[in-house]
Nanobody
Framework: QVQLVESGGGLVQPGGSLRLSCAAS????????MSWFRQTPGKGIEWVSS????????TYADSVQGRFTISRDNAKETLYLEMNSLKFEDAAVYYC??????????????RGQGTQVTVSA
C-alpha cells in the first residue's frame, strides 16, 4: 500500500533553513503529482506546494512563495521541500501527500504521518 514517510523537521531559528524529505513506496512514484501541506492548531490545514510527476509544474501558496522550493527525485522516489527564511508562522506539522493524477491539479488521496517544524528564537 501507499507509504509516505516524512523526515527533516526540527527546531530552527527565525531566518533559518530546513529541508524536508518524503520517502515514498508502495506505488509508482514517478507517475503521480505530489504536494506538501501543513497543519497548526490555530490555522488548521494549509496547502503549501505541489509538483507534477515530472517536476516541470510547481506551484506555491502565497505565504511561502520565494522562500520554499519543492522538488523531487523520481529515481530515489523522494519528495523534498527546501524551506528558507523561516518565520514564526511557518511552524507546523508538515505532511507530504500523493495526488490522484500526474498534474498539480489532482486531489490528495494519501498522506504521510507528518514531521514537526518548530520556529523559535
Amino acid at each position: 500500500q501507499v507509504q509516505l514517510v516524512e523526515s527533516g523537521g526540527g527546531l530552527v531559528q527565525p531566518g533559518g533553513s530546513l529541508r524536508l524529505s518524503c520517502a515514498a513506496s508502495g506505488f509508482n512514484f514517478k507517475i503521480f503529482g505530489m504536494s506538501w501541506f501543513r497543519q497548526t492548531p490555530g490555522k488548521g490545514i494549509e496547502w503549501v506546494s505541489s509538483i507534477s510527476n515530472g517536476g516541470y509544474q510547481k506551484t506555491y501558496a502565497d505565504s511561502v512563495q520565494g522562500r520554499f522550493t519543492i522538488s523531487r527525485d523520481n529515481a530515489k522516489e523522494t519528495l523534498y521541500l527546501e524551506m528558507n527564511s523561516l518565520k514564526f508562522e511557518d511552524a507546523a506539522v508538515y505532511y507530504c501527500a500523493k495526488l490522484s493524477g500526474a498534474t498539480i491539479s489532482g486531489r490528495i488521496d494519501s498522506r504521510g504521518q507528518g514531521t514537526q517544524v518548530t520556529v523559535s528564537a
